[in-house]
Nanobody
């Protein structure tokens, strides 16, 4: 499975960005997909996740109410709509794929990762 992320960029505080992540290869076994982010000098942290069949969504408290995760099963693509961005959201954002259940918050539970896309929010 390969994951290709896109949509990062630079915006001012209060702005919006939409990230996309397309999965290719053996996509029949997707259980869930998620987004993580990593700022310089910090650990990779959970942002949001969505189950592939039921579409249940989960968010970190820091982004709840501002970010929306969604998926298009036909395109094997997951999206992250990010609104009301703040400088604290500046990080490299990664999409990830899980083939089975497990902790949605733990990066180690994910089997495949995209290459990361930079999100920079200026004040």
């Amino acid at each position: 499975v390969q994951l290709q992320a896109s949509g990062g960029g630079s915006v001012q505080a209060g702005g919006s960005l939409r990230l996309s992540c397309a999965a290719s290869g053996r996509t029949s076994s997707i259980y869930a997909m998620g987004w993580f982010r990593q700022a310089p000098g910090k650990e990779r942290e959970f942002v949001a996740a969505i189950t592939w069949s039921g579409g249940s969504t989960y968010y970190a408290d820091s982004v709840k109410g501002r970010f929306t995760i969604s998926r298009d099963n036909a395109k094997n693509t997951v999206y992250l709509q990010m609104n009301s961005l703040s400088p604290e959201d500046t990080a490299v954002h990664y999409c990830a794929l899980r083939r089975r259940g497990g902790s949605r918050y733990d990066p180690a539970a994910y089997d495949y990762w995209g290459q990361g896309t930079q999100v920079t929010v200026s004040s």
